[in-house]
């Protein structure tokens, strides 16, 4: 069934086109002249602007970590985790190696320095090694270790493989890693249940035109992100121990959520943006 206003989703489109074709180059730049405030937080204030073009308000629950750098582990609804979490964190993202692929999106994500990582067996530990050299550069990274999108109701199981990157020790500390929840909560101000999620989780087969096309046309829409308190590998032991702790930390988080239960999730509250 089709909803939303395709007048709405025209205008948002071409806003969003206009802010990119803009805002790109001018970064661009400044990533060749490596002027490192811009660098960081430009991709801050063009994800956050993108927000208010496409009608979503963040709830943020906790505090986010201002450790450098700092290995944030997210579940993954949609591509519209990366404007959310963007808005929020300074930082890169880490990949499916398939995102390098697509018009458009691959460009966007190229000059925000995202890390393409191959989740086929064997090439699993270039990307490693590729995540390691970041974060001992110091750069924020963020990083879906469900390896694909879910449709927002539930978590899928974490991958351990990656989180060996916390073994890496900077300035004789081990990496800080901080659990982050995000859940696509209400439309309109209804609360979104199991039927109405996969108008933004977007998962499986779904055609990401049509779905990209009825997700702008749709009015305000609310994502709840809970920052969970940071942890690291040394106080867990080992990296299946830290994955199965940030799962279940994620989990509750999305469950709180979907469920309208914030008041009950166990994070202190910060501000909205």
């Known amino acids: 069934m089709w909803i939303g206003s395709p007048l709405r989703g025209a205008f948002r489109l071409l806003t969003y086109l206009a802010l990119t074709l803009v805002?790109?180059?001018?970064?661009?730049?400044?990533?060749?002249?490596?002027?490192?405030?811009?660098?960081?937080?430009?991709?801050?204030?063009?994800?956050?602007?993108?927000?208010?073009?496409?009608g979503i308000k963040v709830?943020?629950?906790g505090t986010r970590s201002t450790q450098t750098p700092t290995l944030y582990v997210c579940n993954h609804?949609?591509?519209?985790?990366?404007?959310?979490?963007?808005?929020?964190?300074?930082?890169?993202?880490?990949?499916?190696?398939?995102?390098?692929?697509?018009?458009?999106?691959?460009?966007l994500a190229k000059a925000q320095r995202t890390i393409?990582?191959?989740?086929?067996?064997?090439?699993t530990s270039s990307s490693r090694d590729e995540i390691m050299r970041r974060l001992d550069t110091g750069d924020n990274l963020m990083l879906f270790p469900e390896g694909t999108s879910s449709?927002?109701?539930?978590?899928?199981?974490?991958r351990s493989a990656l989180f060996g990157v916390a073994q890496l020790r900077r300035e004789d500390k081990p990496i800080t890693v901080?659990?982050?929840?995000?859940?696509?909560?209400?439309?309109?101000?209804?609360?979104?249940?199991?039927?109405?999620?996969?108008?933004f989780a977007w998962f499986g087969d779904l055609d990401l035109v049509p779905h990209l096309w009825q997700m702008?046309?749709?009015?305000?829409?609310?994502?709840?992100?809970?920052?969970?308190?940071?942890?690291?590998?040394?106080?867990?032991g080992?990296?299946?121990?830290?994955?199965?702790?940030?799962?279940?930390?994620?989990?509750?988080g999305v469950q709180f959520a979907n469920s309208g239960r914030l008041e009950r999730l166990p994070v202190p509250v910060t501000a909205g943006s």
């Open 151 to 158: 449709d927002g109701t539930r978590v899928l199981p974490f």
């Open 216 to 236: 702008v046309c749709l009015g305000e829409t609310e994502a709840v992100v809970a920052f969970f308190p940071t942890v690291d590998i040394e106080r867990l």
């Open 23 to 54: 805002m790109v180059p001018f970064y661009l730049l400044a990533v060749a002249l490596r002027i490192t405030p811009v660098i960081r937080w430009m991709p801050v204030l063009y994800h956050r602007t993108v927000c208010t073009i496409l």
């Open 59 to 61: 709830r943020v629950h």
């Open 77 to 107: 609804v949609s591509y519209l985790d990366i404007e959310v979490l963007g808005a929020l964190i300074p930082g890169s993202f880490v990949a499916k190696a398939e995102v390098a692929t697509w018009p458009w999106f691959s460009t």
């Open 178 to 199: 901080q659990p982050v929840a995000i859940a696509y909560t209400r439309l309109d101000g209804i609360p979104l249940g199991r039927y109405w999620r996969p108008l």
């Open 238 to 252: 080992d990296r299946k121990k830290l994955a199965e702790h940030c799962f279940r930390q994620v989990s509750s």
């Open 116 to 123: 393409f990582i191959e989740r086929r067996t064997g090439k």
